[in-house]
């Protein structure tokens, strides 16, 4: 059975972008993958500055992973900070680590251009990516399409750790794969028609109450073009969000298509486009927003969820670590 990590940050509520890019392959590999699934809580430090506001994003993440889908009997989920050798292996692959990889890395210029604090933890957090990863030999790196960089970054840090401290034929560290999303899903647009992401307040969170979630539909950009006139569905961010969630192929996705392009005799205007993607998200995560309220008041259940995965990962973690140690001469 192949191994399979992910994980996401705890840098705010959780949106349709995470769900399409990452959370929904997660869920459709947990019958017959092995599945370590974390919570990027080191990660999350280099943004963020509120520790009872960080706390609770933490159990958020891990509430939001149970109420979509993630099965314990099937998936290992736990908090990066109950694995902490990971910075141990992180701080080894930093020293195989050509300062001009970390120059060349895409994320640490985005993130500083919107404005965040230029530190040493963000400009190394490929790094640290790199060790999450390497330290359960997985196979498979489920993530959306803006993490490719960071997994390219990862398999160079185990090929050169490999090359330093190993032979071909007994490796320390096992290459994973990227496993990144080619379709519709892969970059899922936010309602101002941008990469849908925590940090631009442009996200849909599918756990809003009814209302506003339905005002915050209504809000996705569109064009001007009139109710009776036909529109193109591929130039939309309605559309293409509903198309993220459900796939191109799919039947509802079909008759929504065809209302833009051969619009009925009364009109089909982005109104009810919208009010169509808003019926959809009902209908898909029904189950896992009454999931979600009943998990929010089981905070034992959590807890216990966590500390059986940080068991499992651990055992895996320190294993990969030893072998890393020994290589290297300590
Ligand atoms: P954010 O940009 O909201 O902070 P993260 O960087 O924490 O999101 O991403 C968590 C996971 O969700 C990653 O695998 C990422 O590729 C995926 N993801 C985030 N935003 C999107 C999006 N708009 N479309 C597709 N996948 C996304
Ligand atoms: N960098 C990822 C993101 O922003 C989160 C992350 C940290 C991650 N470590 C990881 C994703 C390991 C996959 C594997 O989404």
């Known amino acids: 059975m192949k191994r399979v990590l992910s994980g996401l940050q705890p840098s705010g509520q959780l949106h349709l972008g995470n769900y399409a890019g990452a959370i929904k392959q997660f869920i459709a590999m947990q019958d017959d993958h092995e599945m370590f699934v974390f919570v990027a809580s080191y990660h999350a430090l280099t943004s963020a500055r509120d520790a009872d506001e960080l706390r609770a994003n933490i159990r958020q993440v891990v509430v939001d992973y149970l109420a979509f889908g993630l099965d314990p009997k099937k998936t290992n989920i736990y908090l990066q900070q109950d694995v902490p050798q990971v910075t141990e292996l992180a701080w080894l692959l930093s020293c195989v680590c050509p300062k001009h990889m970390m ?10 251009a919107k404005g965040l604090a230029a530190s040493i933890g963000l400009y190394t957090y490929p790094i640290l990516q790199a060790a999450d990863i390497l330290s359960v030999d997985p196979d498979l790196v489920p993530v959306g399409e803006d993490q ?6 990862t398999r160079d840090l185990a090929q050169k750790f490999n090359h330093h401290f190993a032979s071909e ?24 028609g941008q990469k849908m992401s925590k940090s631009y307040n442009n996200g849909i969170d599918p756990f809003m109450d009814e209302k506003p979630l339905r005002k915050r539909i209504m809000k996705i950009v569109s064009d001007s073009t009139p109710v009776d006139q036909p529109k193109d569905p591929d130039c939309d ?14 039947e509802r996705a079909a008759v929504l298509r065809d209302k833009y392009v051969n619009p009925p005799a009364d009109g ?15 209908d898909e995560f029904g189950e896992a927003r ?36 020994a290589a290297a001469g300590l």
């Open 103 to 112: 120059d060349k890395a895409t994320s640490f210029k985005d993130k500083t």
């Open 148 to 153: 490719r960089q960071h997994i390219e970054i």
């Open 169 to 192: 034929e007994d490796p320390v560290f096992k290459i994973p794969d990227a496993m990144i999303r080619t379709d519709s899903g892969a970059v899922v647009p936010g309602i101002d």
């Open 237 to 250: 961010t309605t559309y293409q969000i509903f198309t993220a969630l459900v796939g191109k192929d799919d």
């Open 268 to 282: 089909f205007g982005y109104g009810h486009a919208k009010q169509a993607l808003f019926e959809l998200i009902l």
């Open 290 to 325: 009454k999931r979600r309220i009943d998990l929010m008041n089981d905070a034992g259940y959590v807890e216990e969820v966590l500390k059986d995965g940080a068991a499992a990962a651990s055992e895996r973690v320190a294993a990969v670590t030893a072998r890393a140690r």
